[in-house]
């Protein structure tokens, strides 16, 4: 199914922040439906593909592909939370993106009014937030990305 419309304003709002915050650097916002190919090891022959609702790409230019796609590893990704990808997004995506070398992970929840950032490091999480209604997210890795959360929930 679709995404709601809450959804929706969500990730227009997020990523529109992203968009200008990132512009003129050499990281780059990008928006579902993108594929992002993961190992969860290196050698990895089983690969799993996934579309994160907003993903941040450091290396676009050097990874794209001859077919003008994405084979590397964005630095961070965000995924909103759905009743029918709550469960995913939470436990399966989480464990696939720490252990495939992304170093951020942003799970924002609607329901809530809350957005959880995961650091990750060596496929171990470093450092968690979690964030409520009236204060501002902060990227652990891009120094100065801050988000209100009034701004993106509404």
């Known amino acids: 199914a679709s995404p709601r419309a809450t959804h929706q304003q969500i990730l227009g709002e997020l990523f529109g922040i992203f968009y200008n915050w990132f512009a003129?650097?050499?990281c780059r916002p990008m928006l579902a439906p993108f594929d992002i190919t993961l190992r969860r090891?290196?050698?990895d022959i089983h690969r799993n593909v996934v579309q994160p609702?907003?993903?941040v790409i450091c290396d676009l230019e050097e990874k794209l592909n001859e077919r003008d796609?994405?084979?590397g590893i964005p630095s961070l990704v965000v995924e909103i939370?759905?009743?029918s990808t709550r469960g995913k997004d939470s436990v399966k995506k989480l464990d696939l993106y720490m252990s495939a070398g992304i170093r951020e992970y942003w799970i924002v929840n609607?329901?809530?009014s809350e957005v959880t950032v995961f650091l990750f490091e060596s496929n171990d999480v470093a450092k968690n937030l979690t964030y409520k209604k009236g204060e501002r997210v902060a990227s652990f890795i891009f120094e100065g990305l801050e988000v209100s959360l009034d701004n993106i929930m509404q």
């Open 110 to 112: 609607p329901f809530s």
């Open 53 to 55: 609702d907003i993903m």
């Open 81 to 83: 939370l759905s009743e």
């Open 24 to 26: 003129g650097k050499q």
């Open 69 to 71: 796609y994405y084979d």
């Open 41 to 43: 090891f290196e050698n």
